[in-house]
Structures are given as structure tokens and as C-alpha cells.
């Protein structure tokens, strides 16, 4: 008897564990249904870069009747806590992503909301912005996302060092890469540190000598679904000359059991142990933080080397192009987010960034430029991608989720001779494009 | 989830063959609980084990991406999962772990185990030392091995008689051989503990028997003490079994299941497919397929060793 009556007080008990269970998995106890309580939720990926949204939100609420609240996702979880949410009452109205791949299949879904007739009444959302940044948030001729935090182009680091010692100077073109490569090893440093270990590192060699040997239209068709488009001259001369590269012995014999994640391959770079590193341009606060004295007077850094008869402009960049707001169509408050949104623009926001080491690519942004931290540092990449007439998203951002790991495994597998140019080409052509 | 689900039957038999109370005996219902102080524990396992199951099993033959209403695509995802040859690669692959886990880990830990079953001096704080591992998490162990093989700053880098170019991670025999050793260091010495204490239970008067009968150590230790161990080597097997085939986070941290896919377990291609992927209809296939093939390899060891009849126990008990 005593238990038939327990049994609704369980009941009630295990539902509404279930219940905080389910809403804690949102992540964050400000993370309340968006719906009808006169805010705009703003979701970011959780680090250090919260600092500069929180003011920015601090901004908005002084003059804003509908308040925006800043919710954070630690970042490692990110991507698939924002997947369990979007489709669901506890969606944010504003998140953050990373353009292209990421936001397809939200795009696909219907959540997202196109953002022309926010552009049309305010074309600052636009021409604010670099306009090969812009281009990734692109998805189906439709603006889909508005810069925000900074650009990550990929260069070409090294050590002064290491390289004065053998006799080399930063290359410009592949020959004189490849002939700084003879050298270091006969030097006896690993000539390129490699973090192959996280694979993602590995891919950055792809991105930059597809794009400078066919250009950037050949990646544009694969990823649009044109299969042949792997099986093309160009794309076989950049597999072989991936080749040639690893078979010099560019990266050693022992680059899959480095990481970048864990500090080892910058460890490479800083300790003399190796000539250069192929990284994206937080590589230089990575540095700053563990390896001080290093960073201070060692470093150096050049864009990609050029290929004699490559299709590509040799003024093309590949990595992360920026980080995005993009908005969802079921927000109750459209008017309050586009002003939101304009903030991404405004000169507190673009200095703010900057403070902190981001580089926003607002069109103002160098007017502030000698306020960063390291004012040439930042001129560089950001006239770097300024001039830029393409900035290619990483292969495995542009492609929707279930083909990263793909990607990395066949960027891998072809680099230690597991695969060959056919496998790789075999692999990219199985590839899920949407 | 797997885990409970499979440890399941072995424990709730073992609770029917050792009640004391003859079923319907009156006397015996007099102190006995109530079916209500089930009500919670079975509450939570239909709650977090048995819903999240039918789920999974409902999810298979459906394709989603996480977002929007499901698709039902019939054998769709069985099919594909049955042409995959990554698929297949990845059974091979975690039996083989599992099987090297159960053949470096079981020799080891039984002379472990009988060694630190002893009462001379130093044991307790070298046995209490030796059991450190079993205390830290194994995302954290493989972090630590991650930095200790690293071949430029690790211990490759100072034994290259032994390593050569220290690339561990980059070929599967030694990427496999990396990860056996590293579950081997961490759970070794769980089942140290298990031969401990079972060695401790075998009765003195065995050896003393065998000494008059002129036996020396080894024979005493082939003849006593191992026969004696042969339930606790079957538990710690079935537990190494299970262990074994959702090995998951030393894979996810040390190799991420490469060098390409050489050391992609089932447990991780789940993990890939599912939350990398975002493909739960093929994820929750390759989930069920592991809850199968778990739940019947433990029934075979269970029925093959004859663990399920207890035929020993009440005799190590007296």
C-alpha cells in the first residue's frame, strides 16, 4: 500500500530530474527559453574572448529596450551542444559559428534567417566588412552571417635563428622552399615542424598548394559536388608535389606522433629544433605565452611561397576567414538583433578586439591597428587579408560535419604513404557534400 | 550504458543462486523488503538505461542529423554499416585490443595480486603506491602519455635504441601497441585488487598441507593458488571483456583513432559518426551492435566458464 501511494511522488521526482537534466544541457543557467521574455539570447563559444561580447552586450542594454543576455558553451562542447539546441525552445536568437560547413545544415533545416533585408536597410552590414571574409558566411548566394572576433589567416612561421645558422632566407617561391628544406636537414633540424598528431595542421600543406597551383575555382566545384573535379591535372600535380615535399623529408619521419594541441610542435619551433611551421595566426600568441623570449626575438613569419606557373593568386589566404553571428528566423525581436548587429562594426568593438589580440576585419579596423598589441603583426595579416582576393574556410569548416573526419584521415593517410593519389583522390570524391 | 547493461545478468543470477531463503517459505517473507524498495533503483535503469536502448534501437532505422524530426530509412544505416569496410576494421580492431588487455593484463595482475596478498614488511606502501593509477581518470592518463611518447621531447627522444624514430603514433602495429600499454598501466591494477583479495581468502591450511608435503613455491603457486583464483579470473575476464570493447577515451585522446582509421575502435567510429558526424541514425547502429556484441560475448564467457552455476564459491567461503 505504502508504495502505490510513493509511486506519484517518484514519478514527479524522476520527471523533473529529467526535466534539469534536459536544461542544464544548454549549458549555461542564464540559458532559458528565448521566446517571449523581452531579451535576445547571444550564444558564444565559451574562452577568453567573452570578455569583449559581455561589453559589447553591456553596450547594447544601455540604449536597447529589449535586453540581449550572453550565453557561453565551453568551447570543446560547442558545436555539438549548439546542434542539440537550435532546433529546440531554448535556441538562442544570435550565435556564434564558424561560416560555411557549419551553418549549412542549419540553413537546410530552415532556422536560419537570411540576412539581405537586414543588409538592404542597413548596407554598413555589408560594406563594413572585407568583402573575401563576407564570402564564407555565404551559403546559397544568401548572406547568412555578419563578422565578429577576428580573422585567422594561415602563415608561414619560422625561427631567425634556424635559419640564419644554415644559410636560408624565408622563401618566396616553392624552389626556394624546397631548397631551404635540403638545407636545414643537412643542418640537422627537422626543416618544417608538423603537428600531425591533430591531423587539421596536415590539411593546412592542401589548402594553400591546391589553391596555388589550380586556383581557387577547383575546390569551389568539388565542394559544390563536381566529383572530376578531383581527378583533375591540377589536382594531381598538388598531390605530387605534396609528395615530393614529404619525400624530401620536410617534416621528418615522426610528424604523426607530434601534436600542436599539447605544445609540441611549437616546443619544435621555439627550441631550434626546427626551421618553420605552417600555422594559423594564433600561432604567434601561442608563442608569446610558451615560449616569451622566443616570440620576442626569433620569430618570424611570411605568407605562403609562391608556385611558378600555379593557376592561384599568390595573394590568396587560407584558414579561418572570422567567426559569425547568424540569427535564427524564429527570433520575436528581428529589429533589436540588427541593431545588435551593428555593433560588429563600431569602432568600440573593432578596438576592443584588437586589446585582446583579435583582428576584426571592419574596414576600420586600421585606423586603430597601432593601438594591438603588436601593431606590425597586425598590419601584416590585415593587409594580408585586405588584398586578399580569396580566403579559402578550411577545407574541413567548408564542408558540412560528417565529412571532417574523412578529410583528415585521408589528409593523413596520404602523407604517410598509406594512400596514395588515388586513394586521396577516391576519398575526397566519397565525400558527403551536403 | 553498455557497461550496466551487460554486467546485468552475471550479478542478478548471482543474486538468485545465493539467496539463502527457499522461495515461498513463509517464514522467509517476514524480514524481507518490500518490492517498493526496488521501485527506485528499477526507476532509474528503465529511466537511463532501458529507454536510452529502445531509443537507440529505434534511432538505427531512422537518419538524423540532430536537427528537425527524424527520417525513417528502414535498414538503410544496417546496410551501409555492413558494406563499411571502416566498419568491420573496427570490430577486428577492438577485439584485438580487448583480447590483448585480457591476455598482457590477466598474467600480470595475478602474480601482482598473489605477490601483494603477502604480509611482509614494504608491501602496503608499494602496493599502495602501485595502485595510483587506477585513481586518476583515463582522459587524464592518456593525456600524460600523449606528452610522455612525444618523439621530440618525450622518452623517445632520449632511448632511440629502443624507439628508433620515435613515430609511436603513426604506424597501427605500434599505435595499437601504445594503447595496450597504456589501458594495461591504468587498469592492472584494479585487478591486482581482485587476485589481491582473492588470494588473501584461500585458506592457510592448503599451503600449510603442500609444505609438509614438500611442494615448493611454484608448485604451491600452480597448484594452490591459481585453481584457487579461477572466480576471480573469471570476473576480472568478464570485467576485462567488457572494459575492452567500450574502451573509448584512450583512443579518443592518444590516436583519434589513427593513424587513418587503424585504431578506429567500434566505441570511437560510434562517437565519429554520431557526434562528429552528426549521422545518430548510423551511430546508433554501431551503438546496438556493440551492445549486442558485448552482451553475448559476456554470456559466453559466463557459460564457458561456468561461472553462471557458482560451482566453487561456497567452498572458498568455508
Known amino acids: 500500500m505504502k508504495t502505490r501511494a510513493r509511486l506519484p511522488r517518484l514519478v514527479a521526482c524522476g520527471a523533473t530530474l529529467a526535466l534539469a537534466l534536459s536544461l542544464s544541457a544548454c549549458g549555461n543557467g542564464n540559458g532559458k527559453a528565448s521566446s517571449s521574455d523581452g531579451k535576445i539570447h547571444v550564444l558564444v563559444y565559451g574562452d577568453a574572448s567573452n570578455k569583449v561580447e559581455k561589453q559589447i552586450v553591456d553596450t547594447f542594454n544601455k540604449t536597447s529596450d529589449v535586453k540581449a543576455v550572453l550565453d557561453t558553451i565551453p568551447g570543446a562542447d560547442y558545436q555539438q551542444k549548439l546542434q542539440t539546441i537550435i532546433n529546440t525552445p531554448q535556441a538562442p536568437d544570435i550565435f556564434f ?35 573575401s571574409v563576407v564570402k564564407s558566411a555565404v551559403v546559397d548566394g544568401t548572406p547568412y552571417g555578419v563578422p565578429m572576433r577576428g580573422t585567422q589567416p594561415v602563415l608561414l612561421f619560422h625561427n631567425k635563428k634556424v635559419l640564419d645558422a644554415a644559410g636560408v632566407k624565408p622563401p618566396q617561391t616553392w ?75 620536410a617534416f621528418g619521419k615522426n610528424y604523426d606522433s607530434v601534436k600542436y594541441t599539447n605544445g609540441a610542435s611549437p616546443a619544435l619551433l621555439a627550441s631550434g629544433k626546427a626551421g618553420f611551421e605552417l600555422m594559423g ?63 560588429m562594426y563600431s569602432d568600440e568593438f573593432v578596438k576592443a578586439q584588437l586589446a585582446i589580440g583579435n583582428l576584426p576585419t571592419t574596414t576600420n579596423t586600421p585606423k586603430f591597428l597601432d593601438s594591438s598589441a603588436d601593431p606590425d603583426y597586425s598590419r601584416f595579416q590585415y593587409d594580408l587579408v585586405a588584398k586578399a582576393p ?11 560535419p560528417a565529412a571532417g573526419t574523412p578529410i583528415q584521415q585521408a589528409v593523413q593517410q596520404f602523407f604517410n604513404g598509406q594512400i596514395d593519389a588515388d586513394g586521396f583522390i577516391e576519398a575526397m570524391q566519397a565525400l558527403p557534400t551536403e | 550504458m553498455t557497461t550496466q547493461i551487460t554486467s546485468t545478468p552475471p550479478t542478478a543470477r548471482f543474486r538468485k543462486e545465493a539467496s539463502r531463503w527457499p522461495a515461498g517459505s513463509h517464514a522467509a517473507d517476514v524480514g524481507r523488503p518490500s518490492f517498493g524498495w526496488a521501485l527506485p533503483a528499477a526507476l532509474f535503469f528503465t ?16 537518419s538524423w542529423n540532430g536537427l528537425g524530426s527524424p527520417q525513417f530509412v528502414g535498414m538503410d544505416n544496417w546496410s551501409r554499416l555492413v558494406d563499411d569496410p571502416v566498419m568491420l576494421k573496427s570490430i577486428w580492431t577492438t577485439l584485438l585490443l580487448t583480447a590483448l588487455g585480457i591476455l598482457i593484463q590477466t598474467p600480470l595482475s595475478i602474480v601482482l595480486g598473489a605477490w601483494a596478498a603477502g604480509h611482509q614488511r614494504n608491501r602496503a606502501v ?42 609511436l603514433f603513426g604506424k597501427q602495429a605500434t599505435a595499437i601497441g601504445v594503447l595496450a600499454f597504456v589501458s594495461t598501466w591504468q587498469f592492472t591494477p584494479f585487478h591486482t585488487l581482485i587476485y589481491q583479495g582473492a588470494a588473501r ?118
Do not use: C
Open chain 1, 97 to 131: 559559428n564558424w561560416g560555411g560547413g557549419s551553418i549549412q545544415p542549419f540553413v537546410k533545416a530552415g532556422l536560419l534567417m537570411p540576412l539581405d533585408s537586414f543588409i538592404k536597410k542597413d548596407p554598413k552590414l555589408d560594406k563594413s566588412f572585407l568583402p
Open chain 1, 175 to 249: 624552389d626556394e622552399l624546397l631548397g631551404a628544406v635540403k638545407k636545414l636537414k643537412a643542418n640537422g633540424v627537422t626543416p618544417i615542424a608538423l603537428g600531425g598528431g591533430d591531423r587539421w595542421p596536415t590539411l593546412m600543406w592542401f589548402e594553400y598548394l591546391y589553391d596555388r597551383i589550380a586556383g581557387p575555382s577547383l575546390f569551389q566545384k568539388a565542394h559544390e559536388g563536381d566529383k572530376q573535379a578531383w581527378e583533375s591535372a591540377d589536382s594531381k600535380k598538388a598531390l605530387s608535389m605534396i609528395k615530393e615535399l614529404v619525400d624530401a623529408g
Open chain 1, 281 to 343: 595566426s594564433w600561432y604567434y600568441a601561442q608563442q608569446q605565452s610558451d615560449a616569451k623570449a622566443f616570440a620576442e626575438k626569433d620569430l618570424g613569419y611570411t605568407t605562403f611561397p609562391t608556385i611558378p606557373e600555379g593557376k592561384g593568386d599568390a595573394a590568396d589566404v587560407v584558414g579561418n576567414t572570422n567567426n559569425f553571428y547568424s540569427v535564427l528566423k524564429k527570433t520575436k525581436h528581428p529589429e533589436a538583433v540588427a541593431e545588435f548587429l551593428k555593433l
Open chain 1, 390 to 400: 580569396t580566403f579559402q574556410l578550411s577545407w574541413d569548416q567548408a564542408y558540412p
Open chain 2, 47 to 62: 529511466l537511463f538505461a532501458i529507454v536510452p536502448l529502445v531509443m537507440v534501437a529505434v534511432l538505427s532505422f531512422m
Open chain 2, 126 to 167: 608499494l602496493s599502495a603506491v602501485y595502485f595510483v593509477p587506477l585513481l586518476l581518470s583515463a582522459t587524464a592518463v592518456s593525456v600524460l602519455w600523449r606528452a610522455l611518447l612525444d618523439p621530440n621531447f618525450g622518452i623517445p627522444a632520449d632511448a632511440h635504441w629502443l624507439f628508433g624514430d620515435g613515430n
Open chain 2, 201 to 318: 581468502a584461500i585458506p592457510q591450511v592448503l599451503y600449510q598441507a603442500a609444505e609438509i608435503d614438500g611442494a615448493g613455491r611454484y608448485r604451491q603457486f600452480f597448484h594452490i593458488t591459481l585453481p584457487q583464483l579461477r572466480n576471480s579470473m573469471i570476473t576480472s575476464m568478464i570485467l576485462m571483456t567488457v572494459g575492452g570493447l567500450t574502451t573509448f577515451e584512450t583512443v579518443l585522446i592518444l590516436t583519434q583513432g589513427g593513424p587513418g582509421t587503424d585504431t578506429t575502435i567500434s566505441a570511437y567510429y560510434m562517437y565519429e559518426k554520431a557526434f562528429k558526424g552528426f549521422d545518430f541514425g548510423t551511430g546508433s547502429a554501431i551503438a546496438l551492435t556493440l551492445v549486442v556484441a558485448s552482451t553475448v560475448i559476456s554470456l559466453i564467457v559466463v557459460r564457458v566458464s561456468g561461472y553462471d552455476k557458482m560451482r566453487s564459491s561456497m567452498e572458498g567461503v568455508a
